[in-house]
C-alpha cells in the first residue's frame, strides 16, 4: 500500500486506541498494515506508523500487543535487509564532503552587543556597508539576508558580512541574473534563516551548514533540518526499544502492582509522543499480569 493509505490506518489506529473501540478494530488495521506494508525508514518515518503501531505493543488486549510486537519485528528486518550502500545518509554525506569552501568551524567573534540590542539587529543598527554589490536588486537581497543572519544573533558584524556576501553570490551565480527565480531563491533564504523555529542561522553563522551547501538545500530540508534530526533519533530508539523490549526487560524491586501488590514488575521505556517529551514506562507485573505505564 502506498504512504497515502498508510497514513489513513494511522488515523485510524489513532482513533480506535483515544475512542477504546474494541480490539478487533485495530487487529483489522494491523492485520492490513502487516500483509500490505514493506517498511523502509522513510516510510515509517513519513507516516508515523512506526511509532502508532510500537505504542500499540503495550497495549492492554494481549491480541494487539502480540500482532504490533510481530509487526514491529518484521518491519525491523525489512529495515535491515535494505542497508545502505546508496541509502540517502551516505548521499548527504558526499555533498558535505565536495563542499570545500570551508570556513573555520569554530564560531565567528561575539559581537559585544548587549542582549536587549540582538533583538532588534540590522543591517542599520550595525551600521554596515551592505551596498557593495554595484546592483542595486543584489545589494537589497544582500541586506535582507544581513538582516536574517543578524536578528537575535551575537557574532561580528564583519563575519555576518562576509556570510551575507558568501549567500549573495552563491545563490547567484546559481541564477546567473537578477530575475524573478533569483529573487525568489532570496527570498527563501532570507524567511528560513529569520525563523527562530528552524535553528537553521545558528548552524549558518557557525559555520556548520557553509554558503555553498546552503545554495543547494531545499526549502523543505532548511525549514525541518531540525525537525527531522530528532525524528530520525526517535524512530531510531523506538526501533531499538522495540527490538530490545524481549531481552533487556528490568525487572524490578522499585515499583509495586497496583492490583496484588507484588514488587516484581517488568518494564521497558519507550518515548512515545515527541522527542522532547519524557519518556513513557510500560510495566507488567510478573505476578498477575497486570499492565500500566507512567511517564
Ligand atoms: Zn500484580
Same mark, same amino acid.
Given at each position: 500500500?502506498?504512504?497515502? *493509505?498508510?497514513?489513513?490506518?494511522?488515523?485510524?489506529?489513532?482513533?480506535?486506541?483515544? *475512542?477504546?473501540?474494541?480490539?478487533?478494530?485495530?487487529?483489522?488495521?494491523?492485520?492490513?498494515?502487516?500483509?500490505?506494508?514493506?517498511?523502509?525508514?522513510?516510510?515509517?518515518?513519513?507516516?508515523?506508523?512506526?511509532?502508532?503501531?510500537?505504542?500499540?505493543?503495550?497495549?492492554?488486549?494481549?491480541?494487539?500487543?502480540? !500482532? %504490533?510486537?510481530?509487526?514491529?519485528?518484521?518491519?525491523?528486518?525489512?529495515?535491515?535487509?535494505?542497508?545502505?550502500?546508496?541509502?540517502?545518509?551516505?548521499?548527504?554525506?558526499?555533498?558535505?564532503?565536495?563542499?570545500?569552501?570551508?570556513?573555520?568551524?569554530?564560531?565567528?567573534?561575539?559581537?559585544?552587543?548587549?542582549?536587549?540590542? !540582538?533583538?532588534?539587529?540590522?543591517?542599520?543598527?550595525?551600521?554596515?556597508?551592505?551596498?557593495?554589490?554595484?546592483?542595486?536588486?543584489?545589494?537589497?537581497?544582500?541586506?535582507?539576508?544581513?538582516?536574517?543572519?543578524?536578528?537575535?544573533?551575537?557574532?561580528?558584524?564583519?563575519?555576518?558580512?562576509?556570510?551575507?556576501?558568501?549567500?549573495?553570490?552563491?545563490?547567484?551565480?546559481?541564477?546567473?541574473?537578477?530575475? %524573478?527565480?533569483?529573487?525568489? @531563491?532570496?527570498?527563501?533564504?532570507?524567511?528560513?534563516?529569520?525563523?527562530?523555529?528552524?535553528?537553521? @542561522?545558528? @548552524?549558518?553563522?557557525?559555520?556548520?551548514?557553509?554558503?555553498?551547501?546552503?545554495?543547494?538545500?531545499?526549502?523543505? *530540508?532548511? %525549514?525541518?533540518?531540525?525537525?527531522?534530526?530528532?525524528?530520525?533519533?526517535?524512530?531510531?530508539?523506538?526501533? @531499538?526499544?522495540?527490538?530490545?523490549?524481549?531481552?533487556?526487560?528490568?525487572?524490578?524491586?522499585?515499583?509495586?502492582?497496583?492490583?496484588?501488590?507484588?514488587?516484581?514488575?517488568?518494564?521497558?521505556?519507550?518515548?512515545?509522543?515527541?522527542?522532547?517529551?519524557?519518556?513513557?514506562?510500560?510495566?507488567?507485573?510478573?505476578?498477575?499480569?497486570?499492565?500500566?505505564?507512567?511517564?
Amino acid at each position: 500500500m502506498d504512504a497515502k *493509505e498508510v497514513k489513513t490506518h494511522v488515523t485510524n489506529i489513532e482513533k480506535a486506541v483515544k *475512542e477504546k473501540l474494541p480490539p478487533t478494530v485495530l487487529i483489522d488495521i494491523l492485520n492490513s498494515l502487516r500483509t500490505g506494508v514493506t517498511a523502509t525508514e522513510q516510510l515509517l518515518r513519513d507516516t508515523k506508523v512506526g511509532m502508532a503501531v510500537n505504542k500499540l505493543r503495550m497495549n492492554s488486549d494481549r491480541s494487539v500487543s502480540d !500482532l %504490533a510486537k510481530e509487526i514491529v519485528a518484521k518491519w525491523k528486518r525489512d529495515v535491515h535487509t535494505k542497508t545502505k550502500p546508496s541509502g540517502s545518509s551516505s548521499h548527504d554525506g558526499k555533498k558535505e564532503r565536495m563542499v570545500t569552501v570551508s570556513p573555520s568551524r569554530t564560531p565567528p567573534k561575539p559581537s559585544g552587543k548587549r542582549p536587549a540590542d !540582538l533583538a532588534t539587529r540590522s543591517r542599520k543598527t550595525d551600521n554596515v556597508n551592505w551596498q557593495c554589490t554595484g546592483e542595486a536588486t543584489r545589494d537589497n537581497c544582500l541586506g535582507i539576508i544581513y538582516d536574517a543572519l543578524a536578528l537575535g544573533c551575537d557574532a561580528s558584524s564583519d563575519a555576518l558580512l562576509s556570510l551575507a556576501k558568501s549567500i549573495e553570490s552563491i545563490t547567484f551565480t546559481n541564477y546567473k541574473k537578477t530575475d %524573478a527565480a533569483y529573487k525568489r @531563491r532570496m527570498q527563501v533564504l532570507f524567511l528560513n534563516l529569520k525563523s527562530k523555529d528552524n535553528n537553521l @542561522r545558528n @548552524r549558518v553563522v557557525s559555520g556548520e551548514i557553509t554558503p555553498a551547501r546552503l545554495s543547494t538545500m531545499e526549502s523543505s *530540508e532548511m %525549514a525541518s533540518a531540525q525537525r527531522r534530526q530528532a525524528d530520525e533519533k526517535l524512530m531510531e530508539e523506538n526501533m @531499538r526499544t522495540a527490538m530490545m523490549a524481549k531481552s533487556e526487560k528490568s525487572i524490578s524491586d522499585q515499583l509495586t502492582c497496583g492490583k496484588c501488590g507484588q514488587k516484581k514488575v517488568s518494564y521497558t521505556q519507550a518515548q512515545t509522543r515527541s522527542a522532547d517529551e519524557p519518556m513513557t514506562t510500560f510495566c507488567t507485573c510478573e505476578i498477575c499480569s497486570h499492565r500500566w505505564k507512567f511517564s
